[in-house]
């Protein structure tokens, strides 16, 4: 980072709001903070914003696969969750997926919805909208500093005294916390950003892997790698439905992906901690509806009728016209081993139905989550206890706040995220602006 030497009497290293992370939640809060000091005639206050890395909003090009889906209309606060997970709900209301296009609007962003009210830019490309956040920062005079990483803080009658790695400091009335938090650690969000919050007292709730692939002890997924299907996937935990979502669901090497799956996977990650130290690990189940458009009256029905009408022909063929071939064959093994070359007739009652019900729901083992470095959000983080709702102000300690992934607040892939990502951002640019404007504040 090419910033000057500070110290207590080097003035030029003295600012008035310091935001670490050039996330979304990060732009978020610079652009928040400096427009609000507009409004009080106080444009000249510096606003810097420190990133790690050689550019800003790294990740967020990778958010929707490239097209960044930047909002979801469904305002239905059970797609956000976290140890408390109640404390989201008064930033969403202060600002909800239309502010948060309103704000796009207004940078340039066109947006446009999709199906399950998801919202994208017209352009249906991230980088779009990080040039449009750039574009804002500079007209709005934001400085980011890229090449930053706060190794330390601490807080002093001067304010908020931030260490880089390279030895240089600046000393802020206000400090922003935006580092993320452990999902797709080559981004820079690798977690080391909570030990800055911990420096102060705030707790950690284990991070957790969210929005990632599902590992499995079913030898079913393997031979199906690469197969893709629109089916539903109900997660069941220790006999307990715990949700059902529908989508493309996708067959790997190790398990199972897909929208359905990675909406599961939090679930999933919270079980799995929970019983990490036991001696009786979690039983989790996917159960995978093939035919989700019938019911399973209807399957069975099916299943019957086509065993009349093709009893000559060989059981590999069975299913041929349903499902795919590697699907059919994976399925029938479930149910029999006869001879894949025998006749459909040979195939008995009892199997038949076992295959109807297999059909509609067909038992997986999970037992395990891809990685961080696979996982698109993270689960956990810094505790949310000591943090007021509606501002994000640490109540340990004043001028200091937290926003985006590094709380323990996650939200179902669709748009979620980023809504969270927004609007905690926006909600502690704002009351850092107000903070810092306050006389006596430090």
């Known amino acids: 980072m090419s910033i000057t030497e500070s110290n207590s009497t080097d003035h030029s290293n003295i600012i008035d709001i310091a ?31 420190f990133e790690r890395n050689d550019r800003i909003g790294k990740k967020l090009l990778m958010t929707g696969n490239g097209r960044c889906n930047l909002t979801n209309l469904d305002t239905d606060r059970m797609h956000f969750h976290g140890s408390n997970a109640g404390f989201s709900e008064k930033i969403l209301d202060q600002f909800p997926p239309t502010a948060i296009i309103s704000f796009f609007e207004e940078i340039g962003v066109v947006c446009t919805e999709e199906e399950d009210k998801k919202i994208f830019p017209l352009s249906l490309h991230a980088g779009s909208v990080l040039d449009s956040l ?4 500079i007209d709005l005079e934001v400085q980011v500093r890229t090449g930053a990483k706060v190794s330390g803080i601490s807080k002093d009658s001067e304010g908020y005294t931030l260490i880089f790695a390279d030895g240089q400091k600046f000393i802020a009335k206000a400090v922003i916390v935006a580092a993320g938090g452990k999902s797709a650690p080559s981004t820079g969000s690798d977690g080391e950003g909570y030990e800055l919050l911990r420096t102060f007292s705030h707790k950690l709730s284990q991070p957790l892997p969210s929005i990632v692939q599902l590992k499995t002890a079913s030898e079913f997924c393997k031979p199906l790698s690469g197969n893709k299907l629109f089916g539903t996937a109900t997660l069941i935990i220790d006999g307990v439905t715990i949700r059902k979502e529908e989508g493309d669901i996708l067959f790997t090497d190790y398990g199972l992906s897909g929208p359905p799956i990675l909406q599961l996977s939090g679930f999933v990650s919270r079980a799995l901690y929970q019983k990490s130290d036991s001696t009786n690990p979690p039983d989790i189940f996917i159960h ?32 041929t016209g349903l499902f795919h071939k590697r699907l059919s064959v994976g399925l029938l093994r479930q149910v029999t081993q006869k001879s894949l070359s025998a006749h459909v007739s040979s195939l008995s009652d009892k199997e038949t139905d076992y295959l109807a019900q297999i059909c509609k729901a067909l038992p997986i083992h999970v037992n395990g989550t891809m990685p961080f470095a696979n996982a698109q959000t993270t689960a956990g983080g810094i505790a949310t206890d000591h943090f007021d709702a509606c501002t994000l102000s640490s109540s340990y300690e004043k001028g200091l706040y937290a926003c985006g992934e590094i709380l323990d607040v996650d939200g179902d892939c669709g748009g979620f995220n980023l809504q969270w990502a927004w609007a905690s951002g926006f909600a502690a640019g704002e009351s850092a602006a107000k903070y810092v404007t306050q006389e006596n504040n430090v």
């Open 288 to 319: 995978i509806d093939f035919l989700p458009m019938y019911s399973s009256e209807k399957v069975l029905s099916m299943l019957y009728e086509r065993r009349a009408a093709f009893a000559g022909r060989r059981l590999e063929d069975f299913l």
């Open 134 to 137: 750039r574009l804002a920062l």
């Open 19 to 49: 935001i670490i992370g050039g996330g979304p939640s990060g732009m978020a809060a610079a652009i928040s903070a400096k427009k609000y000091l507009r409004t009080l005639h106080a444009g000249n206050r510096q606003v810097v914003l």
